[in-house]
């Protein structure tokens, strides 16, 4: 029986097993998913003669809204108090499990363990499991060398640990699909690490100043009280400001903020912008709808925006949104790059980031 373990935010399983499955089945793949409810891990296993590296190796991790991260699974391993790291070893070698393949192994931890031994040993253990594994030949001699997977180790508890692989080119780049931030304590809310991660999980590294550097102008609508326009101006932006309600005082005395008091759905520039970001809370597809008609316009050229999803159909919610933003776009003859993620600092929203190409 051939599975996928995928990462999701506690309370998204569901949504990221739907997801999975609508996608694998667009590659020839099929199968179903059995949700751990709030847990954030969905294990997915696959109906036909397909393994969990055909469909890692055919459906892309960063094409998937909902899974945060991912690995194929090779099995479950109980582990004895006496010696863990040699069950390891003897599970592993069972399998038939080739050294060849990984270089490296990660120690996982569902996202809401609140078990700080379990947390403290999951540290500590992973040096010893790689000597363990080097030395018995499971793992490459060179932690650094050249490798296309990485070998994963879920523990649940201290009595289980679930064992698979993940690919170098298609998981995350972030330890457990998670970048954690620190809010700086001049930001005038929590909200502005959306926006933060939002740019480090969909902009090119080496590309931050094309996208953010030089000057440029931004609309934030729905500002206040101004964790995204505090961002905005942190890269040198010269931002309005778009809200009814206050502004953060010691934002505004930056000198690059301009507040328009004014609703952010129906406000429009005089003239282009770079940017426009949204982070009102309303109905997702008329935030959808206000994007395309911002990019339909050529109001701006790139846009980080959040969809507020609904309690119950959430993942319905979204294919809607994205259908009224693919339709929009391309409707309007634009040629744009159209990325979505449930983030880490997200909640019951989704981000989204828009850029138009031409």
């Given at each position: 029986?051939?599975?996928?373990?995928?990462?999701?935010?506690?309370?998204?399983?569901?949504?990221?097993?739907?997801?999975?499955?609508?996608?694998?089945?667009?590659?020839?793949?099929?199968?179903?998913?059995?949700?751990?409810?709030?847990?954030?891990?969905?294990?997915?296993?696959i109906a036909g003669g397909e393994t969990g590296r055909d469909m890692m190796d055919r459906v892309p991790l960063q094409g998937l809204v909902f899974t945060r991260d991912w690995f194929a699974l090779i099995g479950e391993c109980e582990l004895p108090v006496t010696d863990r790291v040699g069950a390891i070893i003897e599970f592993l070698k069972d399998c038939e499990w080739s050294g060849e393949h990984c270089a490296r192994v990660d120690v996982r931890l569902?996202?809401?363990?609140?078990?700080?031994?379990?947390?403290?040993?999951?540290?500590?253990?992973?040096?010893?499991?790689?000597?363990?594994?080097?030395?018995?030949?499971?793992?490459?001699?060179?932690?650094?060398?050249?490798?296309?997977?990485?070998?994963?180790?879920?523990?649940?508890?201290?009595?289980?640990?679930?064992?698979?692989?993940?690919?170098?080119?298609?998981?995350?780049?972030?330890?457990?699909?998670?970048?954690?931030?620190?809010?700086?304590?001049?930001?005038?809310?929590?909200?502005?690490?959306?926006?933060?991660?939002?740019?480090?999980?969909?902009?090119?590294?080496?590309?931050?100043?094309?996208?953010?550097?030089?000057?440029?102008?931004?609309?934030?609508?729905?500002?206040?009280?101004?964790?995204?326009?505090?961002?905005?101006?942190?890269?040198?932006?010269?931002?309005?400001?778009?809200?009814?309600?206050?502004?953060?005082?010691?934002?505004?005395?930056?000198?690059?903020?301009?507040?328009?008091?004014?609703?952010?759905?129906?406000?429009?520039?005089?003239?282009?912008?770079?940017?426009?970001?949204?982070?009102?809370?309303?109905?997702?597809?008329?935030?959808?709808?206000?994007?395309?008609?911002?990019?339909?316009?050529?109001?701006?050229?790139?846009?980080?925006?959040?969809?507020?999803?609904?309690?119950?159909?959430?993942?319905?919610?979204?294919?809607?949104?994205?259908?009224?933003?693919?339709?929009?776009?391309?409707?309007?003859?634009?040629?744009?790059?159209?990325?979505?993620?449930?983030?880490?600092?997200?909640?019951?929203?989704?981000?989204?980031?828009?850029?138009?190409?031409?």
């Amino acid at each position: 029986m051939q599975q996928i373990m995928l990462i999701c935010r506690p309370g998204f399983e569901a949504e990221a097993g739907q997801e999975l499955m609508d996608q694998a089945a667009e590659k020839g793949i099929y199968g179903y998913f059995q949700p751990e409810r709030n847990s954030g891990q969905v294990r997915f296993t696959i109906a036909g003669g397909e393994t969990g590296r055909d469909m890692m190796d055919r459906v892309p991790l960063q094409g998937l809204v909902f899974t945060r991260d991912w690995f194929a699974l090779i099995g479950e391993c109980e582990l004895p108090v006496t010696d863990r790291v040699g069950a390891i070893i003897e599970f592993l070698k069972d399998c038939e499990w080739s050294g060849e393949h990984c270089a490296r192994v990660d120690v996982r931890l569902p996202e809401n363990n609140d078990d700080k031994d379990l947390g403290n040993f999951a540290r500590k253990w992973v040096a010893p499991l790689s000597r363990g594994l080097r030395d018995a030949g499971l793992l490459k001699r060179d932690a650094k060398a050249s490798s296309k997977a990485r070998l994963e180790v879920l523990l649940g508890d201290f009595e289980t640990a679930v064992v698979g692989f993940s690919l170098e080119d298609n998981r995350s780049p972030f330890p457990d699909g998670i970048l954690r931030l620190r809010l700086p304590a001049s930001a005038p809310s929590r909200s502005a690490l959306k926006l933060e991660e939002a740019w480090k999980v969909f902009l090119p590294k080496a590309r931050w100043l094309d996208y953010l550097g030089g000057g440029k102008k931004a609309v934030d609508l729905g500002a206040a009280p101004g964790g995204w326009t505090w961002q905005l101006v942190q890269q040198g932006m010269l931002v309005s400001a778009v809200d009814n309600g206050p502004m953060n005082p010691e934002l505004m005395a930056s000198g690059h903020v301009e507040h328009v008091v004014a609703d952010g759905y129906n406000w429009q520039p005089k003239r282009a912008v770079d940017w426009m970001v949204c982070d009102i809370i309303d109905k997702p597809q008329r935030t959808a709808r206000l994007a395309v008609d911002w990019l339909a316009g050529r109001l701006c050229r790139y846009t980080v925006f959040n969809l507020k999803l609904p309690m119950k159909k959430r993942y319905e919610e979204w294919l809607v949104c994205r259908d009224i933003i693919v339709r929009g776009l391309e409707d309007a003859g634009l040629n744009c790059t159209f990325k979505a993620r449930h983030l880490y600092h997200d909640r019951e929203e989704i981000t989204c980031f828009i850029e138009r190409l031409e």
